[in-house]
């Protein structure tokens, strides 16, 4: 499975503030999406008639956005650092 209890534990820590066990943080489930995008977005170059992948990319790109939204409104200074960081567009 590309998404181990490990590499979750390192996205956490890196982004979490931290400490690995604050999963709540914006940031990190910002950053946990972000890894998952990025390999569903590989799976689907290859399998493009995966129309069920393709929607859970869909549910998953808005689950984001909705906490860049949170994130913006409470603190500009943190969406900026982690859109920067995570080089995501807008």
Do not use: C, P, W
């Amino acid at each position: 499975m590309y998404l181990t209890k490990e590499v979750k534990e390192e996205i956490f820590s890196k982004h979490g503030g931290g400490n690995a066990k604050n999963t709540g943080s914006a940031e990190g489930q910002i950053a946990l999406f972000t890894h998952r995008i990025n390999h569903l977005t590989g799976h689907l170059k290859n399998n493009r008639k995966d129309f069920n992948t393709e929607r859970s990319l869909v549910k998953l790109v808005g689950k984001r956005r909705s906490l860049l939204d949170y994130l913006i409104k409470k603190d500009i200074t943190r969406y900026r650092a982690i859109i920067k960081e995570l080089n995501i567009r807008k």
